[in-house]
């Protein structure tokens, strides 16, 4: 689950392929930005799903799918790609700190010698 978000009965939802979701949000002539409004949760949320980091619950699915006019178990699974232990991926020791830190633009810039 992305941080903000709630899921339904402890279900998450990914896309099981985030190239043709983007595929059809460029179709449909939306952002990440535009989608995350119609659907009324935050626009990183939509940017983390959009790559399959992110897992939002049933009702989100479906109204993401629903704004993209296809159904939801066309463009959604029960499980990350990966997953293991109750559906969730696997991911290394300290990612998902680095995941939030860079996508927020926390993470300093590196300077070299010159700088």
């Known amino acids: 689950m992305c941080f903000g978000t709630a899921v339904e009965d402890g279900l998450e939802m990914y896309l099981q392929d985030p190239m043709r979701f983007n595929h059809?949000?460029?179709l449909k002539g939306m952002s990440h930005r535009v989608l995350?409004?119609?659907?009324?949760?935050?626009?990183p949320i939509i940017a983390l799903m959009a790559v399959g980091r992110c897992g939002v619950g049933?009702?989100?699915?479906?109204?993401?799918?629903s704004v993209l006019g296809v159904p939801t178990q066309e463009l959604f699974r029960d499980s990350a790609p990966?997953?293991?232990?109750g559906g969730r991926p696997?991911?290394?020791e300290g990612?998902?700190?680095?995941?939030v830190a860079s996508f927020s633009g926390l993470v300093p810039?590196?300077?070299g010698p010159k700088d």
Do not use: H, I, K, Y
């Not at 049933?58 to 799918?65: D, G, H, K, Q, S």
């Not at 990612?95 to 995941?99: A, L, M």
């Open 24 to 26: 059809l949000l460029r």
């Open 36 to 43: 995350a409004r119609r659907v009324r949760v935050p626009a």
């Open 58 to 65: 049933p009702e989100t699915a479906r109204l993401v799918a």
């Open 82 to 85: 990966g997953a293991v232990d």
């Open 90 to 92: 696997a991911a290394p």
């Open 95 to 99: 990612e998902r700190t680095r995941q």
């Open 109 to 111: 810039r590196q300077r």
